[in-house]
């Protein structure tokens, strides 16, 4: 599923001991308490090696391991790709043929049968359906039901098995199980001082941030070496060799820059013998070139950016020094539509290459500012020192140019390029600094669609409006069809049913393995 996915049998056994840790100070704990903190526990500390898109399957995979009740085939219809997943939402002349569907198979007739086509209609129609799929109450066992539901919701209303499915794990291992919050100081107070703690990020999202405010909360000493350079691994050998003495922390950033060095690192943490507070982080992006040995032997941790356009214009915006917001005043509302067009250029990125973007494009932080960097030059070159420019003096068009470039600097799509060159059009335009101008609206191609721009000129201005900006934006604030979440949706199931099927395809080899070996 993932290079980074690397786990040490260590690594499970840690986790058995941590339950039965605690199962010794409750004797009286029921078996099937103890068998459900067992497997929390397990997808607690894996989640965070997860990315987001694949925790829910390996939620369903521990389902399906779990020693508890419930009719497991289903699970196996469930990945099978000889059923023909519809929503039937979307396309209700598919509706007559996805009910004949359903009906054919032994597991759901007895519930389909006795279907009214009220009920029916609510769960072809609602936009919750699974909160409403009929049928299956007289299932004594609650993990069938749910799991029934499940296989029903994927035959007719494919666009909400993921939601579903949440449902399903809730119902297996009780509310909360999908819920945790990563704790990065836990992490690091449970860990070895010979394990390093891997920071994890896909290209052009930097972690290392993390260890940097846990630093700074805890007071503790923490050398940083950045990778890249010549005399950097000296540099990172010498951090090393220092900490690991002195029992201090040392962060080491990069580090898929010098994937030689890392290749017997381990090695060397342990012939040191590390003092027991010493700790090694190292960030590095999701390359290949990781070698797998290091990553069994690490904590690693995934970090993904920010979703949405409120977070992802939070983290650009704030990452801008006050100084180069200073005269003249309107450069600060121009950083502000670039921040906001470089939101809507990876928020896309969700969505590709269905929609969106027609290839899952590298854009980065490195892009937003090297484009900082390029209205900077050009306001400052304006202004001449001046507190103040008009905004129609501003080289509108050479910026629309060049930050369509930057960003489409690795883009070989035509239509793509295109899309890049429109945004940048509705975005970086004089037109911004007039009273009620509704930026996302002009992204959107409706007038009706979001709110007027701040009024103000300071960056605390322009958070104010960035916070008022829902959690989680519609995709019509991207310039997407509203149905675009649906097809997300849809897509996002379709990839969890194939790579639940791969896994279990792997299991069941190893299986047949064992038992040749066994005979």
Not at 50 to 63: C, Y
Request: proline share 5%.
């Amino acid at each position: 599923m993932h290079h980074f996915y690397q786990f040490s049998l260590q690594y499970f056994i840690n986790i058995f001991g941590k339950v039965l840790a605690t199962v010794q100070r409750q004797p009286k704990a029921r078996v099937d308490a103890v068998l459900r903190d067992l497997f929390s526990t397990a997808f607690r500390e894996t989640s965070v090696s997860l990315l987001q898109k694949d925790r829910l399957t390996f939620a369903v995979l521990l389902a399906q391991a779990a020693p508890l009740p419930m009719d497991k085939t289903v699970i196996d219809l469930l990945i099978d790709e000889k059923l023909v997943v519809q929503d039937v939402s979307s396309s209700p002349d598919m509706k007559s043929r996805a009910i004949t569907a359903a009906s054919g198979l032994s597991t759901l007739r007895p519930a389909m049968s006795k279907i009214g086509d009220a009920d029916m209609h609510r769960f072809c129609t609602e936009e919750e359906a699974e909160a409403c799929t009929p049928g299956f109450d007289e299932e004594e066992n609650v993990n069938d039901q749910a799991l029934k539901r499940l296989l029903l919701v994927k035959l007719m209303r494919v666009d909400r098995l993921v939601p579903a499915t949440e449902r399903f794990v809730t119902t297996v291992f009780g509310a909360g199980f999908l819920d945790f919050n990563e704790d990065l100081g836990r992490i690091v107070r449970e860990t070895t001082s010979n394990a390093p703690i891997a920071l994890c990020a896909s290209p052009g999202f930097d972690a290392s941030y993390k260890v940097d405010q846990l630093v700074e909360r805890t007071k503790t000493a923490c050398a940083n070496v950045a990778m890249g350079s010549n005399e950097s691994i000296a540099s990172a050998d010498a951090a090393l060799a220092r900490a690991a003495a002195n029992g201090t922390w040392v962060l080491i950033k990069n580090v898929h820059l010098a994937p030689d060095w890392l290749q017997n690192l381990v090695k060397r943490i342990d012939s040191v013998k590390p003092h027991i507070d010493f700790r090694l982080f190292l960030s590095m992006e999701t390359s290949d070139k990781i070698p797998p040995s290091l990553l069994r032997a690490s904590r690693v941790l995934m970090y993904e950016q920010p979703a949405g356009i409120r977070a992802n214009m939070r983290d650009s915006l704030s990452s801008l020094p006050d100084r180069v917001l200073t005269q003249p005043v309107e450069k600060a509302r121009v950083h502000f539509l670039l921040s906001y067009m470089h939101a809507v250029i990876q928020e896309r990125l969700r969505y590709a290459p269905r929609l969106g973007w027609k290839k899952l494009w590298e854009f980065n932080d490195a892009d937003y500012d090297c484009c900082a960097f390029i209205l900077q030059w050009w306001i400052d070159n304006t202004g001449k020192g001046r507190s103040n420019v008009a905004p129609r003096s501003i080289p509108w068009k050479m910026l629309r140019v060049l930050v369509a470039e930057m960003y489409g600097g690795k883009v070989d799509d035509v239509g793509d390029m295109a899309e890049l060159e429109a945004l940048a059009a509705k975005t970086l335009t004089a037109e911004a600094f007039e009273d009620d101008f509704n930026l996302i609206g002009e992204v959107a191609g409706d007038s009706t669609v979001g709110m007027p721009l701040a009024v103000g000129t300071t960056k605390a201005d322009f958070l104010q409006w960035v916070n008022g900006l829902p959690e989680r934006e519609p995709p019509t604030y991207l310039g997407l069809p509203a149905n675009a979440e649906k097809l997300l949706l849809v897509a996002h199931a379709e990839g969890m049913l194939k790579n639940m099927k791969r896994v279990m395809e792997v299991l069941d080899e190893s299986e047949h393995v064992m038992a040749g070996v066994g005979e």
